[in-house]
């Protein structure tokens, strides 16, 4: 099997695009501030991760910034920080604030002139839009959570990418590759849904990764620490 094989690359984009753990982390440091507690970045990336997973079961009708707005406020009643509304609702725009990886705007450009380049996130569009010109492209379609009514891991947000990428660019499954740092959130059910996966696997990422999240690290094809790797592999095939 080859990068080459495929036409359509789908993208999980907060993990694998955007360094969301730096960008949670930092809109943390006030909750972490007003709890007199120090906490660790493992603490708080696990605590976010626990609570926005399950934020996310019980509402998956809520636009992302709102989650989490409601995701911060599980975590201050676990951290046993007093509620503040505003608090909240600033840990929820912080994700203007999230930054790309340095090699995103970069691989994705290359690649860009080989696949068609697709979002498959969590978040909604709003939010998408803060955080795309970061990334230094257009990309050919975006597919969010507030477009499915649901949040990956359900298949439901599989099956839209595969029916949209069909429809949209007349790609069927076997050209498509689910490209994606999280194993829980994307390895695992794109494999369900008959994807082939490329991890990027983000050394040192905590979220997605291991723990009761990840279970059993889920087959995939193609394994690269960044998308510059990525990006490398094929200007190395195609040579």
């Known amino acids: 099997m080859h990068l080459s094989d495929f ?13 969301w753990e730096t960008g949670i982390w930092n809109a943390l440091q006030p909750l972490i501030a007003a709890g007199g507690v ?3 970045r ?8 626990k609570h926005e ?9 809520m636009i992302y910034s709102e989650l989490l707005g409601a995701v911060h406020a599980r975590i201050s009643a676990e951290w046993g920080v007093p509620a503040d509304a505003g608090s909240d609702a600033a840990f929820g725009a912080a994700i203007a604030d999230w930054p790309a990886f ?3 705007a970069a ?3 290359y690649l860009g002139q080989h696949y068609k380049l697709v979002i498959l996130s969590n978040v909604d569009r709003g939010s998408f839009a803060l955080s795309n010109p970061r990334m230094g492209v257009t990309f050919d379609g975006i597919y969010t959570a507030q477009d499915i009514g649901s949040y990956k891991p359900d298949p439901r947000n599989f099956r839209y990418a595969i029916e949209h990428a069909q429809s949209d660019f007349g790609a069927g499954p ?5 490209t994606a740092q999280s194993l829980f959130h994307d390895h695992r ?7 082939t996966s490329a991890w990027i696997r983000r050394p040192g990422a905590i979220m997605g990764h291991s723990g009761a999240q990840a279970g059993d690290t889920p087959e995939v094809a193609f394994a690269f620490d960044t998308m510059g790797d990525m990006a490398a592999a094929h200007r190395a095939e195609s040579s």
């Open 7 to 19: 036409k359509v690359l789908t993208f999980d984009c907060y993990g694998t695009l955007i360094d």
């Open 38 to 40: 120090g906490h660790s």
């Open 42 to 49: 493992e603490d708080g990336m696990l605590a976010f991760a």
């Open 53 to 61: 997973s399950a934020q996310q079961a019980e509402t998956p009708e």
């Open 102 to 104: 340095p090699d995103t």
């Open 107 to 109: 691989a994705l450009q």
């Open 174 to 178: 076997e050209t498509i590759l689910h």
């Open 189 to 195: 059910p794109a494999g369900a849904a008959g994807l």
